[in-house]
């Protein structure tokens, strides 16, 4: 049901023919008639209004057509097809999107996709290799189960990742601060701490 | 140590990891909206910008002018659709496109849909509405709402529970409480979006949506198009939180559905943040009278609570907590009475722990008070009422350990040091106020099915839809038929959450792990003695001719009682047969014996505690501990405490985290939540994340969850309370009565405020 897509230099419109190719394809139905005849010149998605931006998602390229208010989250999600990014709000007040651009991270809902054209964004799925052995603020996550449904825990992992690096994981206090901006509505906070503390901590 | 694994006590099963634990760190747990499908048209609503009157013209020319728009769905368009049915499986009877009229702030005017996400917004929000506005009523008081007795109305409430003469008892009493007390209306907000995916092919539908009961969604669509239910799937493998808010259906889906058909097109509709506000359920606020009637020694003898809580203009919905409430203690004689009030809102629907958050929030602070007013500490007051029978029929609790969650919970607390006089306690700046309350929530169980695959190479596939929404439901599920068919976690999958699987209850009520675990045990237990009869009935090997009946199973081998063992993987290569697998249907003793059919057919039913020889519920004592800045009134919350019975726990890692988080919302729900309506148009004016407060990580300080050992095998056969919604009530009238100690100030109407404690109390 879901595919791995995401090929160097892939377009969204052969994106969208692969990801038809590997379901079943969909017969052009009676209804879609009215639909055509209502697109007007300009106004076919593929034509007029759309920008080439290039995108480098976690070391792949990404060549992408987009509406230019596309965000990079919508990006992300919706063209690149890495969906462990998520959206809870859209509108920079939850932290679900956090992803980093050039190590710093940011919310992916608050930038258009094509202000972050030539730079490395790292999403959750850049994190670790697919299978292989987990960051060590993912295994620490597992360790102080710090997540229930698992909606917010890809952007508060980036946010921990980054909370780490910027140096601001000293304290639990500070770690409370400095996480304050990925919402967890299931409420896993003590334990999210307590993994950031764990994963901050210089190797025993 | 790692506090999130505690060491289980007797009737408590291994912290073991969650079998989803890596496919939610790593981002691979695909939700509704991440599921890749071709082709997607995208799809926006249209919300009204008034709360009642009727919509005279919806001028739609600039949207369907809107480059990428594909088609828009309005009134006009619905004949196809049937109006939705409320009750369990839609939360409302509005087909907001079925005529144009406005029932509620944010009714659903249109959908646009459009190639992509951005042309649809465009559109969407260049749709403009002229309407014959009127006169709206936002809230309990305002003017033109109407009030009914919900007993009889309502699906929650058949009769108002009371027992003996009220009246005269608290008149008698030498002690009285008489106060009022408020809840807000509250919004769910997962942090997920609402969404729905609608995909035909061959004329059959597929909706990809976050929800509490596939079976139940399947139905309602179903109905609302015209279809059989086996032209319908509903699959949604995670859920990203809930709260009750993905419970019953919403009229969006149909909605989305039919776009789908008429464009052709599989068309995604991911709802807004503010949009989740108005086209999505709540928690309704209630208004609480309580009367409280006790002897010198602490001994209650009058209990009444009177409630309203809000609804529809549509729909009778109330929650009806007073079934709890009444039941709680050993009082003398009650009386209580719930009425609705109907209001130009949409329709209410759970939220969690419905009937208890609002209800013990008075109840529990109105204790407190009695408690002060008889000088005895408030713990004690409820110690010296705890009664191992109710009130109302008589009945016993199949079991009740509240009085040793208050012991246990009281000494790690350290509550005997408290200094009981209000605003005593301080440390510099900040004022200190201990407070406790009651957790309880009744156990539920409803039928469930599941099927059980035993493969010869020692795997196991759990199948039941059951809904991962954080609850851990796939792993305790896992964890049961690890522990029946002797095998590690590691070798059991669990499929949950698409109606192509055996039917489980709507994730609702805490019942989930009681009923979805009471089918798998039922299946596996089926699978084993399957897997005995074959050890026995073999013509040679170490099992053959054994006793089936004292056969067991434990690490991969079956062992005969008389010591003889063999490998799980050799009885079954030996039987030439590639698997065992079975299919089991669990019904509660009490359920009606359609129960099953009904659950095939969307319904859950729930054999509710009440309705029991012996009433059940899990109980807990919760401890709050706040500071309270001298000056500013700033209000922190260092330490929650909980000491929980809820039966076998299956999991302790993830029923403590289930607690934990249960805690913290309660605490929200006493000191941030609130759905605020302008009462001049009731619209609600802070419907994102900004404003409708919740709590982030810096406003929780440490919070403690103790599971104390109960075994209680009479509410179902995994002998499972249920908790997910026991943690966060009492929490709210803890951390209210902690306030009252820190300042000497009583404050009834939550959520409590740092201006409510400004000016005119003792403590500054």
Known sequence: M?????????????????AAASTTALPLPAGARAAAARQTAGSSPHGAGLRSVDLRINHQDYALSLDPRTTLLDAIRDHAGLTGTK?????????????????????????????????????????????????????????????????????????????????????????????????????????????????????? | MNPATPAPRE??????????????VTGEARYAADIAVANLAYGVLVTSTVARGAVSELSLEAARATPGVLDIVSYDDVRELRKPTFGMGSYTSLGPLHERRIFHDGQIMALVVAETYQAAEEAAASVTARYAQEPA???????????????????????????????????????????????????????????????????????????????GFRSEIAKQLNLDLAQVRVVSPYVGGSFGSKGPLTPRTAIVALAARRLGRPVRCVVSRAQGFTTQPYRAPTR???????????????????????????????????????RLYGYGAVASKVRIVRADRQTPAFMRSPPEL????????????????????????????????EPIEGKPFSSRHLKECYEEGAAAFRWRERNPRPASMREGDWLIGFGCATAVYPTNVAAAAARVRLAADGTVRVQSASHEIGTGIRTVAGQMAAE??????????????????????????????????????????????????????????????RDVSRMTLRDGTVLAGDGASQPLQQVLGASGAGAIEEYAEFVPSGAPVDAMQKLYRGQTTMVRSEERPAVSFAFGAEFVEVRIHARTREI???????????GRIMNTRTARSQLMGGMIFGMSSALLESTELDPRSARIVNADLQDYLVPVNADTGTVEVIMLSETDTSVNPAGVKGLGELGDVGTNAALANAVFHATGKRLRNLPIRLEDLLGGDSAA
């Not at chain 2, 922190?636 to 019975?645: I, S």
């Open chain 2, 288 to 326: 609480h009278h309580i009367r409280l009637g006790a002897t010198r020694d602490g001994t209650i003898s009058a209990f009444s609570h009177e409630a309203w809580e809000l609804t529809s203009r549509l729909d009778n919905y109330a929650v009806a907590g007073t079934k709890t409430t009444t």
């Open chain 2, 11 to 24: 009737n408590q099963g291994a912290p073991l990891e969650r079998v989803d634990a890596r496919l939610k």
């Open chain 2, 137 to 215: 009523s936002a809230e309990l008081d305002s003017p033109g709402t109407e009030e009914l007795d919900a007993a009889g109305k309502v699906a929650m409430l058949k009769k108002d529970p009371a027992s003996g003469d009220f009246e005269q008892a608290y008149q008698a009493a030498p002690v009285r409480i008489d106060a009022e007390y408020r809840t807000p209306t509250q919004t769910h907000n997962p942090i997920e979006l609402f969404s729905t995916t609608a995909v035909w092919s061959d004329g059959q539908l597929t909706v990809y949506e976050p929800t509490q009961s596939v079976y």
């Open chain 1, 2 to 18: 879901t595919h791995s897509v995401a090929g160097a230099g892939m377009s969204r419109r052969t994106f969208i023919c692969a």
């Open chain 2, 358 to 389: 609002p209800y013990v929030f008075p109840l529990e602070t109105a204790l407190d008070e009695l408690a002060y007013a008889l000088g005895m500490d408030p713990l004690d007051l409820r110690l010296k009422n705890d009664s191992q029978r």
């Open chain 2, 484 to 545: 029946r068919l002797g095998v590690p976690l590691a070798a059991v999958s669990v499929e949950m959450g698409d109606t192509n699987l055996p039917p489980a209850p709507t994730s609702g009520g805490s019942n989930s792990t009681a009923s979805v675990c009471s089918a798998v045990l039922k299946a596996c237990d089926q699978v084993r003695a399957r897997l005995f009869q074959a050890a026995s009935a073999a013509k040679s090997g170490p099992l053959a001719g």
């Open chain 2, 636 to 646: 922190r919350v260092p330490r929650l405490l909980g000491a929980f019975a809820a």
């Open chain 1, 87 to 204: 959206k809870g709000c859209g509108h920079g007040q939850c932290g679900a999107c956090t992803v980093h651009v050039d190590g710093q991270r940011i919310l992916a809902c608050m930038t258009f996709a094509l202000m972050n054209h030539g730079r490395e964004v790292t999403t959750i799925e850049g994190l670790s290799e697919p299978g292989g052995a987990l960051h060590p603020m993912q295994q620490a996550f597992i360790d102080h189960d710090a997540f229930q449904c698992g909606y917010c825990t890809p952007g508060q992992i980036m946010s921990a990742v980054a909370c780490v690096r910027e140096g601001h994981a000293h304290s639990a206090a500070q770690i409370r601060e400095y996480m304050s901006g990925n919402l967890c509505r299931c409420a896993a906070y003590p334990n999210i701490v307590a993994a950031v503390q764990q994963a901050a901590a210089p190797e025993a």
